[in-house]
């Protein structure tokens, strides 16, 4: 048994909807698993602005997922910026909503919701008049300016569906998804900064669109004024169309099950796909969930760094946070500029409360030393959260012992991009913590671990993650492609949701995530396909064939390791690898970096010509005597060529 640590006093609760112990969480987790219908009406009725309240809870289920999307609230209506923005106006129009720090430490913005309120109302007036309206695709490529947010919020207010795409993605990433939506329009910028480098957005999108398709309207933000290409009648500067734009805007009132936004993800096969999700059950799930498991006061800051490209942005920058009334911090920069002090530079002078990061940040800036961290105040932090990726145990420590003084509760919260929101995680003031255990699940949310077999594993074990009943945030689908998201997610144990992770249950229930057991790579907390990158790097003349795996690497938590089998007559050279290199950023993003190669004679297959991964990926985990039962490989030859070949960082 791990050693735990009991909540520490700074951490006592203090909200009123504090789910204050242990006790009060059971009897919360109970009432949930013996009436979510009741649970869920009371929490969305109590914390969200509905037009139409609604009347239902739970419709469908995962049995019979293949004849639909289930539902939550479906006889409900509203608009999900009302909760987020609207009704905050009489008692906290002039709280600060988004406390935004810009790439140099002195560049500052505080937004009341007054005023966000009018941005987004100008934003949504400017989106309808470039013609975009109700069900409408919007693609949104930007850096962490508050403009992001306004974005996504005036699409919500019209009705319009955004899908906001990473700013580290390629021409070729951002096309094919406004091709799979079928995107009206595009917002950006005209460059993102980050560590004083500039990240040319809107020349990527102006490349995205070269090609044509179906994107007729870009509306541009103006961030540093760099140069940039521009197409009339086309691009349209925010400055110019959104400023001028009438500051009030009567929401479109929407049904509870209407999509709010598509989020692309990488799974094991194929291309990205459009996760889903929908306005009243995500808004009511996040809602609870940014309040419960922070403990979240009215007077909080609360300061998470992610970037808005992925879920946890979305969900704990955005929508959760300003459902719940909160400072939402929005930060522009990376952890290590101007120095590595910087996040708790930031912690000292805005007196954070709140602090929700992922493990590789923490690692990386582990390895920089305790002087960074400790020349700066952060006695107002009371909660520090991490997300994204299994968190090791020296990690957690540094984490809780330096950053937090033995004085914060960790969070370590498991989640996902079709969870949309927390799901096994410690409660702040109720959970006491193990380094490296993500501890007990959601009210709502029950786990249940299986074995490849299909039997349900009771008690302390290992297993496969599978959650046994429909929560309101979860994904609803896949973007034009549902029986993609049946297949995916529902075909391997019948009525459970599988989640692709491994997970250890102990003797207290807590729960330890192993990491994913398909082929999605987690590099940095980013999702990758191993799939996608296979197919990026064999679209290479020289290149025949090629396996990608995941490595265990000590910052970015998984490494990417492809073999590489070269066609007949090409000969493998720094060349091979620049162009490889150079393939992967153009097709994919400048975060999508293969870590090693490794140039091999075939790749392991059986007598079949099934590619057996299982040795791929032992001999990049460094493991090659683990390799099992290899009596079906076609060549054998091939497998030794490869253990004594294998690469390490
Ligand atoms: C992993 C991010 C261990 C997991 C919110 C999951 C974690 C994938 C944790 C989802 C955690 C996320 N401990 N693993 N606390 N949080 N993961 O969709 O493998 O980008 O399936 O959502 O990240 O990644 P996604």
């Avoid at 929005?330 to 996040?343: L, N």
């Avoid at 700066?376 to 145990?393: A, C, F, M």
């Avoid at 809780?400 to 991009?417: K, L, S």
Wanted: proline share 6%; aromatic share 8%.
């Amino acid at each position: 048994m791990s050693e735990i640590y009991t909540v520490p006093s700074r951490v006592t609760a203090g909200s009123p909807n504090a789910i204050t112990d242990l006790d009060a969480y059971r009897e919360h987790w109970a009432k949930a698993q013996r009436d979510p219908d009741g649970f869920w009406l009371r929490e969305t009725r109590s914390r969200i602005a509905w037009r139409t309240p609604p009347t239902q809870g739970l419709e469908g289920n995962y049995h019979d997922i293949a004849e639909g999307p289930i539902r939550w609230y479906a006889d409900g209506t509203l608009n999900v910026t009302e909760s987020c923005l609207d009704r905050h106006l009489s008692d906290r129009g002039d709280k600060v909503a988004i406390l935004w720090e810009g790439d140099e430490p002195s560049d500052i913005q505080r937004i009341t919701y007054r005023e966000l309120h009018a941005k987004v109302c100008q934003a949504s007036n400017a989106l309808k008049a470039m013609g975009v309206g109700r069900g409408d695709r919007v693609i949104i490529y930007m850096g962490m300016v508050p403009e992001a947010a306004v974005a996504m919020l005036a699409c919500a207010r019209i009705g319009a569906i955004h899908s906001v795409v990473f700013g580290g993605f390629s021409a070729e990433a951002v096309r094919d998804r406004c091709i799979d939506c079928d995107a009206k329009a595009i917002i950006t910028q005209d460059e993102g900064l980050r560590g004083s480098k500039t990240i040319p957005l809107k020349a990527t999108v102006d490349a995205a669109l070269e090609s044509g398709g179906p994107v007729k309207q870009v509306l541009v933000f103006k961030r540093t004024g760099g140069e940039v290409g521009w197409t009339e009648g086309r691009d349209h500067w925010w400055h110019e169309v959104v400023d001028s734009a009438s500051t009030s805007c009567e929401a479109e009132i929407l049904g509870a099950e209407d999509p709010l936004f598509i989020l692309y993800t990488s799974g094991s096969t194929g291309k990205p796909k459009g996760v889903v999700h929908t306005c009243g059950g995500y808004i009511t799930y996040t809602s609870y969930t940014h309040e419960t498991v922070f403990d979240l006061r009215e007077d909080d800051v609360y300061a998470c760094v992610a970037d808005v490209g992925w879920i946890t942005g979305h969900s704990y920058i955005v929508y959760g946070p300003l459902a719940n009334g909160a400072t939402t911090l929005m930060f522009e920069s990376i952890p290590t500029y101007p120095d590595a002090g910087r996040y708790w530079d930031m912690v000292a002078r805005h007196k954070i409360n709140i602090f929700y990061t992922a493990p590789t940040a923490i690692r990386a800036l582990a390895a920089q030393g305790d002087d960074h961290v400790k020349k700066h105040d952060r006695s107002s932090l009371r909660v520090l959260g991490t997300v994204g990726e299994p968190i090791n145990p020296a990690a957690w420590e540094w984490y809780y012992n330096v950053v937090g003084e033995g004085e914060c509760n960790i969070v370590d919260t498991w989640w996902q991009t079709e969870t949309g929101g927390i799901a096994i995680t410690p409660i702040a003031p109720a959970t006491p913590t193990a380094p490296g255990s993500a501890t007990l699940p959601m009210p709502g949310i029950m786990p249940q671990l299986m074995t490849p077999e299909g039997r349900v594993i009771i008690g302390p074990g290992e297993g496969l993650l599978c959650l046994a009943h429909p929560w309101p945030g979860q994904a609803r689908t896949v973007w034009g492609d549902h029986p993609r998201f049946v297949k995916t997610y529902f075909e391997h144990f019948p009525g459970l949701y599988f989640t692709g992770d491994g997970c250890k249950r102990d003797e207290l229930g807590y729960h330890w995530i192993t990491g994913r057991v398909d082929d999605v790579i987690n590099v940095s907390g980013h999702r990758m396909g191993t799939a996608e990158f296979e197919s990026v790097l064999v679209s290479q003349g020289a290149v025949a064939e090629a396996g990608v795996v995941g490595f265990p690497h000590p910052i970015k938590g998984q490494g990417v390791y492809a073999y590489i089998v070269l066609e007949p007559g090409q000969t493998w050279s720094d060349d091979v690898v620049a162009a490889l290199n150079q393939a992967c950023r153009e097709q994919i993003g400048a975060h999508a970096k293969v870590d090693l190669y490794q140039h091999v004679p075939g790749l392991p297959k059986t007598r079949s010509g099934k590619v057996m991964r299982r040795i791929l990926r032992k001999v990049a985990e460094g493991e090659p005597e683990a390799l099992g039962d290899v009596s079906t490989l076609a060549d054998p030859s091939v497998v030794e060529a490869i253990i004594a070949g294998a690469k390490s960082v």
